[in-house]
């Protein structure tokens, strides 16, 4: 019996990892999920879950920038969250093992973070922050997670638009897969 209420704790707090994302009044939004659980197995051999982030980053993924687009592949993402304001994702540092503190994550991957100057940019932008050399604490924590909600857009150029997959709930309703594409002018059309 006490090896099913441990069981039970570790899952209740694995799933708080994949809520909603919450907006600035601090609602919730109840999410029904349905899905089948299944194994991943990396492609690549590399650390252990448990072992937690790797001492050096690997070099930023840039996004192919559209030709004759009026936004940068950043821009664009945020225009497909404004489009879904009830979109969420599992957080990458607590689903499926905690990493440890976010703050002491946010920090010590904060120079990583500068190195992608398109999305760090946009994400300074979008969130008013002032190109500064020297960042508060809290400030690059903010940045840290602008990050990782931006990283849960997947983006695909598909000809001259990106194909983009996100996931969005409502107020006790079930969770949708969407599938859309964005143009370069950020007008978006929703697929499925």
Request: charged share 15%; glycine share 8%; aromatic share 8%.
């Given at each position: 019996?006490?090896?099913?209420?441990?069981?039970?704790?570790?899952?209740?707090?694995?799933?708080?990892?994949?809520g909603?994302?919450?907006?600035?009044?601090?609602a919730?939004?109840?999410?029904?999920?349905?899905?089948?659980?299944s194994?991943?197995?990396?492609?690549?051999?590399?650390?252990?879950?448990?072992?937690g982030?790797?001492?050096?980053?690997?070099?930023?993924t840039?996004?192919?920038?559209?030709?004759?687009a009026?936004?940068?592949?950043?821009?664009l993402?945020?225009?497909?969250?404004?489009?879904f304001?009830?979109?969420f994702?599992?957080?990458?540092d607590?689903?499926?093992?905690?990493?440890?503190d976010?703050?002491?994550?946010?920090?010590?991957?904060?120079?990583?973070?500068?190195?992608?100057?398109?999305?760090?940019?946009a994400?300074?932008?979008?969130?008013?922050?002032?190109?500064?050399?020297?960042?508060?604490?809290?400030?690059k924590?903010?940045?840290?997670r602008?990050?990782?909600?931006?990283?849960?857009?997947h983006?695909?150029?598909?000809?001259d638009?990106?194909?983009?997959?996100i996931?969005?709930?409502?107020?006790?309703?079930?969770g949708?897969?969407?599938?859309?594409?964005?143009?370069?002018?950020?007008?978006?059309?929703?697929?499925?």
């Amino acid at each position: 019996m006490k090896t099913c209420s441990v069981f039970t704790f570790v899952l209740v707090l694995c799933l708080a990892a994949c809520g909603p994302i919450l907006p600035e009044g601090g609602a919730t939004t109840a999410i029904v999920i349905t899905s089948a659980a299944s194994t991943v197995m990396p492609e690549t051999p590399g650390p252990s879950p448990t072992e937690g982030p790797s001492p050096t980053p690997a070099p930023p993924t840039l996004i192919p920038t559209l030709p004759s687009a009026s936004f940068s592949p950043t821009e664009l993402k945020y225009k497909v969250l404004n489009q879904f304001p009830d979109f969420f994702f599992c957080d990458p540092d607590l689903y499926p093992i905690a990493r440890g503190d976010e703050r002491d994550l946010a920090l010590a991957r904060f120079p990583e973070l500068q190195a992608d100057q398109e999305e760090f940019q946009a994400i300074l932008s979008h969130n008013s922050i002032s190109t500064t050399s020297a960042f508060t604490d809290a400030q690059k924590l903010l940045i840290y997670r602008e990050h990782k909600k931006l990283n849960a857009v997947h983006f695909q150029l598909v000809g001259d638009t990106y194909q983009f997959q996100i996931q969005t709930g409502t107020e006790g309703g079930q969770g949708s897969l969407i599938t859309g594409a964005i143009a370069g002018d950020g007008s978006v059309e929703i697929q499925k």
